[in-house]
């Protein structure tokens, strides 16, 4: 709440001291999209609900992948909306069975094998900036956590005001899994979670569902997926700017959570006394020992995890994650994007090429990572992540109006 308000405290300064201003967008009815002017069409569409908007990701046979195409439009579209006084708050969600099943890997892993780097920059710069717009914005912000929510899809979410899960929320940050380290901005918000939940899912991108991201803190509110109409409805009647009147409603028509018994979160004890220790190899042995002591199936299904990832992926993510815990959310996105450039770059290894080969374009699920154990990864490979970029290598920009000092 008090990030809450804040945030709200901030917005009605900014509104105090606003010009009246009218957006193309403003009298747009409940019932319209607004297509908007771009090379790709209708990506991202745009409801208009009198004192709010809501942006919608449009890739559903992609499962909301985002591209460089939807960051930059979103990004434009919420700063608009962020200065227009006569707009309230924010929703988002995605069409079909997604959220957003994170960046797109596939795109990705295309312009790095053509040699295209800089495409790849400007994916990561434009979706990075996004995020951080997100997680400073000025107006309340909702999120609709509708189905897949991975990765990216994760990063445009979490950092804001309001997440809504439901039934059919499928969380992970599964980028170990594809030679790659939990970016856009997990390190940051995996890294607060309750004990060691969050080396736990970066280590083994296991998924997470609605109840247990609400149980965690991931999630803000719960409904299921058929009360979802009736919530946007709630929402679009709305005349307010107030976090705290949105809340207000999400809770009226929310569900309490239970969780089940099967859930990780009820195994926190032995989770907390496994991921706690300095290193994977220390990490990995102790859930060895717990799997060898108990034969319980979640403690061998978590070791396979752990044995499934990129050996370098694993000590990447193990220090990004520790680290986070005493960054802002600027300086987790400045140091995921340095990280990031440095996978892409594959002066290291070609994991993240070879991940994403194994798992999403040939499907064969036998990557050959590079170095292939644990033991062979060096300490000075770890360190080449973390390394300033290059005088030559533009670094990532965030707005230096200090947004982030008044969360």
Request: proline share 4%; glycine share 6%; with cysteine.
């Amino acid at each position: 709440m008090m990030m809450q308000s804040k945030r709200a405290g901030w917005w009605l300064l900014r509104k105090a001291k606003a010009k009246l201003s009218l957006n193309t967008d403003r009298n747009l009815s409940s019932s319209q999209h607004l297509i908007l002017d771009n090379p790709n069409l209708n990506q991202v569409l745009v409801e208009g609900n009198g004192f709010s908007r809501m942006a919608i990701l449009n890739r559903p046979s992609a499962l909301n992948a985002l591209n460089t195409n939807m960051a930059a439009t979103l990004h434009k579209l919420y700063r608009s909306w962020e200065e227009d006084p006569d707009i309230g708050f924010v929703m988002l969600k995605g069409s079909g069975r997604a959220f957003a099943a994170g960046g797109d890997i596939v795109a990705l892993y295309h312009l790095i094998n053509k040699g295209n780097l800089e495409a790849c920059k400007e994916f990561f710069r434009t979706a990075y900036s996004f995020m951080y717009l997100i997680g400073t914005y000025l107006k309340p912000h909702v999120a609709l956590l509708n189905g897949i929510t991975m990765g990216g899809g994760a990063g445009i979410s979490i950092p804001g005001t309001f997440r809504v899960a439901t039934d059919k929320t499928i969380f992970a940050t599964p980028e170990v899994l594809i030679g790659f380290h939990p970016d856009a901005a997990a390190s940051f918000y995996l890294s607060h979670l309750p004990g060691q939940l969050g080396e736990y899912l970066a280590l083994t991108g296991e998924k997470l569902n609605g109840v247990e991201m609400v149980a965690c803190g991931l999630a803000t509110h719960y409904s299921s997926s058929a009360r979802l109409p009736l919530i946007e409805e709630q929402l679009g009647k709305l005349v307010t700017d107030d976090p705290s009147v949105i809340e207000t409603t999400l809770e009226q028509y929310g569900e309490i959570v239970h969780l089940d018994s099967s859930s990780v979160l009820q195994r926190i004890e032995v989770l907390d006394k496994c991921f706690c220790h300095d290193t994977v190899e220390e990490i990995v042995d102790a859930m060895e020992n717990a799997a060898s002591e108990t034969n319980d199936a979640w403690c061998i299904s978590t070791l396979n995890k752990l044995k499934e990832a990129s050996p370098l992926s694993l000590k990447v993510a193990l220090r990004s994650i520790r680290e986070g815990r005493f960054q802002t959310l600027d300086q987790c996105l400045l140091r995921e994007y340095r990280m990031t450039l440095q996978a892409i770059h594959r002066q290291i290894s070609g994991d993240f090429c070879e991940g994403v080969r194994a798992r999403v374009v040939d499907k064969d699920f036998a990557p050959k990572w590079d170095p292939p154990t644990l033991e062979k990864v060096s300490q000075d490979m770890v360190d080449h992540y973390f390394l300033p970029l290059s005088e030559s290598e533009p670094d990532l920009e965030l707005p230096t109006n200090n947004r982030e000092a008044f969360l």
